[in-house]
């Protein structure tokens, strides 16, 4: 199995342009999250999908942000336009969710991220 | 609120020494525990998790955790330190929705 896929691994680009973040989870997951990294403020979730239906995008900073699941094995994170701020790396992962009796529960592995610096 | 501490920011330890990461959390459920680890520019790799059974649980690269209800604490352990091991440590939480609760992160460093 390959893992998560991310791509870019590394994006330069300048203020105001739209940047947009990949990611191919592995096969079989049903979930899947998108995590910004900074050192500011650490590891933030900012949206999930179960079945490609997002279920909490508390998470997303402002509107500039969009995540989308097209189906099960593509999702991407949109910013637009792009600021300074934005700055960071971004980590994909996913989770296949396993049941024992009334119990569920999800171990999440992680893709390289993508170091996106905005200028 | 559910939440996980890592009280230490960071720590560093003499290679072979032995090594404790210390790490409390809040969650009203039944909580499953994780401990991941990220080197310099890599993402996060899953050392070891605690979902139910015995509560002291091994994991990868020699590192043990031992799951305690009553101290609300999942403290990550290696008898002998090696300087790969150097690294960011993160503990976290989860129940049965599937989102992952982290900490802050411990960041080690190990002394030649």
């Known amino acids: 199995d390959a893992g998560v896929i991310q791509s870019p691994r590394h994006e330069v680009t300048e203020m105001g342009q739209e940047v947009t973040l990949r990611c191919k989870p592995i096969s079989g997951h049903d979930y899947l999250f998108w995590y910004r990294q900074t050192m500011m403020r650490g590891l933030e979730l900012l949206i999930y999908?179960?079945?490609?239906?997002?279920?909490?995008d508390s998470g997303m900073p402002e509107d500039r942000f969009s995540a989308k699941m097209p189906n099960a094995s593509f999702s991407t994170l949109k910013i637009q336009p792009s600021e300074p701020r934005d700055s960071a790396v971004y980590f994909c992962?996913?989770?296949?969710?396993?049941?024992?009796?009334?119990?569920?529960?999800?171990?999440?592995?992680f893709g390289p991220g993508t170091r996106l610096t905005v200028l | 609120a559910q939440s996980v501490t890592q009280p230490d920011i960071h720590i560093t330890v003499s290679e072979g020494a032995s090594l404790e990461l210390r790490c409390n959390y809040s969650y009203g459920a039944t909580p499953y525990l994780f401990w991941y680890v990220q080197s310099p520019g890599q993402g996060l790799q899953l050392l070891l998790k605690?979902?139910?059974?015995?509560?002291l649980v091994q994991g990868i690269k020699g590192f043990e955790a031992e799951f305690k209800r009553s101290q609300s604490s999942f403290n990550l352990r290696k008898p002998s330190v090696h300087w790969s091991d150097a690294a960011e440590y993160f503990c976290a939480v989860t129940g049965n929705t599937g989102k992952l609760i982290f900490g802050q992160g411990t960041t080690l460093q190990v002394k030649p």
């Open positions: 999908f179960n079945n490609n239906v997002p279920i909490d």
């Open positions: 992962a996913s989770s296949q969710t396993w049941a024992s009796g009334s119990i569920s529960y999800n171990e999440q592995f």
């Open positions: 605690y979902f139910s059974g015995d509560t």
